[in-house]
């Protein structure tokens, strides 16, 4: 028995409901303190405009015009490419509305990673990773909430000789971009060329990039998608990288749990592309390259379960300990997803028929609930999602027709609305 198709405007009028009822209950004072200002998101609503929106509007507008006709002719490395570029210039646009400097500044204040590379470089990285759970009550706010390795990220890129918040806003942006390259891998092993190829424009435009353009999730969203992908190479071939792949895709694992507590469940993605094709040996082989990145941060002196349990602690110490958990697993957080993933996915979302493009959201989804229903997701989590988001995203490779146009224009526009309607920390 086929199930009757629901009207987009109805489930865009449905969202929209329960977005808007999310923000009225935030704004009560009966459920706590929020310290949100902006509930479900965390900022505060206000319209900004300046001549510089002209930018992010012309290439959303070229994406537009353009996408449907080269996803269909370009080769599909170019595509790959094209499309990568295209998000990570899209990205920029989005980040420089209020400015040159603010595309850096999220990422050099005193709440942000690079605030501890000073002590890096005076204490040495042997021992700020071997005091790094002593010393976590006296860090900044969100190196108190993740592993060690982000800051290390960045002060690899400082002593790579890129030095400065710049730098390290481009090497975020290149990252979180790259998501849109191996989301599209993922769908193509699993799903084939052609379903991969409608979902490359909305992996390339989404209004998340509001926030892959300052936030350093947004390179731990470039990670784990980048596990995923690997895992999917391996599991789709008979050579000798295949056994390569997945140790690779272990190694990659390793490293965004270290990078971020919640890669826990952001990683679930890849157990569910091997379910798909049930090579369990990839999973096997993954836990081996999982265990030698492990050991080297074992080695250095940090070990993770100690790692979490002094954040948690610091967690219910902070926001976390004083938000309602009730609002935010109910209604703050999922608003914020939709949000996040624009109306043309959370439609695709919705009607999503396809059992093959199932297997990579529905990992994604069972992710979401866990972090959702965690208690470690209070708030903020836009974006704490990011990783989320491209697998959520690919949902929209079953758009077809004419509307295509119509639902890249909607997703562009969403981003841009962001941009300028939220005075977002990130």
């Known amino acids: ?44 609503w206000g319209v900004a405009l300046s001549a510089r929106v002209v930018w992010p509007v012309v290439i959303g507008a070229l994406v537009v015009a353009v996408a449907p006709v080269a996803t269909g002719r370009l080769r599909w490395w170019m595509l790959l490419v094209s499309a990568w570029l295209t998000s990570a210039v899209f990205t920029t646009a989005l980040a420089a509305v209020d400015g040159r400097e603010a595309v850096s500044h999220p990422l050099a204040t005193g ?23 002593d010393r976590l009550p006296g860090y900044p706010t969100h190196v108190r909430g993740h592993p060690v390795a982000t800051p290390l990220v960045f002060w690899v890129q400082e002593r790579l000789g890129f030095e400065g918040a710049e730098w390290s806003a481009a090497l975020v942006i290149i990252v979180g971009t790259s998501v849109v390259v191996s989301a599209a891998t993922v769908v193509r092993l699993l799903c084939g060329e052609s379903v991969a190829r409608r979902a490359v424009p909305f992996l390339a435009i989404t209004p998340s990039l509001v926030w892959v353009g300052t936030s350093a999730d947004a390179f731990i969203a470039g990670t784990v998608a980048a596990a995923v992908a690997f895992v999917a190479v391996s599991v789709h071939r008979a050579d000798a990288w295949s056994p390569v792949a997945a140790i690779g895709s272990g190694a990659l694992g390793a490293l965004a749990l270290h990078l971020s507590y919640g890669s826990v469940v952001m990683l679930l993605p890849m157990v569910f592309v091997v379910a798909a094709t049930r090579r369990w040996s990839s999973l096997v082989l993954a836990a081996i390259g999982a265990a030698a990145v492990t050991v080297a941060f074992v080695a250095a002196g940090f070990w993770w379960f100690d790692g979490l349990e002094a954040t948690r602690a610091e967690y219910v110490k902070g926001a976390g300990g004083f938000r309602p958990f009730w609002y935010f697993a109910t209604m703050g ?24 493009l199932w297997w990579v959201v529905g990992g994604a989804l069972v992710g979401v609930v866990l972090a959702d229903v965690s208690g470690m997701s209070k708030g903020e989590v836009e974006r704490i999602w990011l990783p989320f988001v491209p697998f959520l995203t690919v949902a929209a490779a079953g758009l077809s027709g004419r509307s295509i146009r119509w639902w890249l224009a909607a997703q562009a526009a969403a981003a841009i609305l962001l941009q300028i309607g939220l005075d977002s920390p990130w």
Not at 2 to 26: D, E, K, N, S, Y
Not at 112 to 133: H, K, M, N, P
Not at 333 to 356: E, F, I, S
Request: no cysteine; charged share 20%; aromatic share 6%.
């Open 333 to 356: 957080n999922p608003a914020a997803l939709l949000l996040a993933l624009g109306p043309a996915v959370v439609v695709a979302l919705v009607r999503l028929r396809d059992r093959r």
């Open 111 to 133: 709440f942000e990673y690079r605030a501890v590379l000073g002590e890096i470089e005076d204490r040495s990285v042997a021992a700020f990773v071997q005091d790094f759970v």
């Open 1 to 44: 028995m086929q199930t009757a198709r629901i009207a987009a405007w109805q489930i865009l009028l449905a969202v929209g409901a329960f977005v808007l009822v999310a923000r009225a209950v935030g704004r009560m004072d009966g459920i706590g303190r929020l310290l949100l200002g902006a509930p479900p998101l965390s900022g505060a």
